[in-house]
């Protein structure tokens, strides 16, 4: 039976072309490394080569060339330990301008990623960190435009989950979205919405599932298409025709995770929408999704008002979260645990590659805590890492866990 594991660091004798190189190079051939750079433009980097005996997987060598004094080089991003360059530390071909670093990594991978050369190695959160001066990997042409409008470098493998949204029919039918601004009473302040609606909407239908997606701002943008992904999904009837709001933020480290934010989603946003645009007022029919904070906001959320959001739709939430300094982490999952169950169903995603003590464990155990509770949960772990590139499929295949026509 072949291994399953997401990723693994490889050696440094892992590469057969960075063998043939090292050789290459002590048999004193000059031309040896402006060859492996000819062959690097032409192909295209990372390096892909075959993981011996293992078809589910392939040797990823990501590439640094130094044009300047290198004195040490990172792979840093939110995947793959990228978060602590400490850990992702390249490696020299003695006699050349070539740093590299291989991983075996299974073919159902994508993923961003940057370099870091001449880097401080401090972790990536640490707030005494100076540098955030990351560089785009020049040999590949593959770029996933960021929320800051800049370009990153992203790897994917022959098994990546599709992106069928991506490109959208010219019969394919589209929603609409529409900004406006909302006051609420509730926190004392107004944010942007986003509200969607499908196309060919009945208004005297009131009917309509609701989907409430938090950090709603960067759900509009080309790199986390929600309108396409929507359009795509009722145009191809894998759910039925559903409304969102998305959600803007005012200040979002403090307000996702509170009670009071939570309070206004259930109390004045969600029948605002039942009100203004025919959203249905069944909990088993409202969605409310989020990632990261969101993630933990859209849960919490749930936890407190299981009669207003049935479903809960949370992609890499960061159940270590924890309350100033009065809590240890894992509040909200102890929450869950210590209560009697609520009406809620759950599609909980993370990536593989995130961060395993912090991101990774702390899904693994709240999804474990629902199970055990006897929560209805569907629970997905792509092969990624904390960022928008995967988070779109997550929503793709949690709406249609938890709204889908053919739903349990």
């Not at 989907?211 to 509009?220: C, M, P, Q, R, W």
Request: glycine share 8%.
């Amino acid at each position: 039976m072949q291994p399953n594991f997401a990723f693994r660091p490889a050696g440094r004798q892992a590469s057969p072309r960075i063998r043939l190189l090292e050789r290459s190079i002590e048999a004193g051939e000059r031309s040896a490394t402006a060859r492996f750079w000819e062959e690097m433009e032409a192909n295209g980097t990372p390096l892909i080569e075959n993981v011996p005996d293992q078809q589910r997987h392939s040797l990823v060598t990501f590439l640094w060339r130094a044009l300047e004094d290198t004195r040490n080089v990172a792979v840093v991003g939110g995947a793959m330990n990228g978060a602590e360059p400490a850990k992702n530390q390249m490696f020299r071909v003695d006699g050349s301008d070539v740093w590299y670093l291989s991983f075996a990594i299974r073919n159902d991978a994508r993923f961003t990623y940057a370099f870091a050369p001449n880097d401080s190695m401090s972790p990536l959160l640490d707030p005494a960190r100076v540098s955030m001066d990351f560089k785009q990997d020049p040999l590949n042409t593959r770029r996933f435009l960021g929320l800051s409008g800049s370009y990153s470098s992203y790897v994917e493998l022959p098994d990546a989950p599709s992106e069928p949204w991506r490109i959208l029919g010219p019969d394919m039918a589209r929603g609409n979205l529409a900004r406006t601004n909302f006051r609420s009473g509730v926190l004392g302040n107004e944010r942007a919405l986003w509200t969607y609606t499908p196309a060919r909407l009945d208004p005297t239908t009131p009917q309509y599932p609701l989907l409430v997606l938090l950090d709603g701002g960067a759900y509009t943008h080309s790199s986390a298409p929600a309108v396409a992904i929507l359009d795509f999904l009722i145009a191809t009837k894998q759910i039925p025709p559903t409304l969102a709001i998305l959600v803007g933020n005012t200040v979002r480290s403090r307000e996702l995770p509170s009670p009071m934010f939570a309070t206004f989603l259930a109390t004045e946003l969600v029948p605002w929408a039942a009100k203004n645009h025919s959203a249905s007022g069944d909990p088993a029919d409202i969605v409310i999704a989020g990632s990261s904070l969101g993630g933990f906001a859209a849960s919490f959320a749930g936890f407190q008002h299981p009669d207003v959001f049935g479903n809960v739709l949370s992609m890499s939430g960061s159940y270590w979260w924890e309350w100033g300094n009065q809590e240890e982490p894992g509040w909200l999952t102890r929450q869950f645990e210590e209560a009697p169950r609520k009406s809620l169903r759950f599609f909980v995603a993370v990536g593989a590659m995130e961060k395993a003590d912090s991101q990774l464990a702390t899904n693994r155990r709240f999804r474990d805590v629902l199970t055990e509770k006897g929560y209805s949960i569907t629970y997905q772990e792509f092969n990624g890492g904390h960022g928008y590139i995967s988070w779109c499929r997550a929503l793709f295949d949690g709406l249609v866990a938890l709204i889908g026509e053919e739903r349990d």
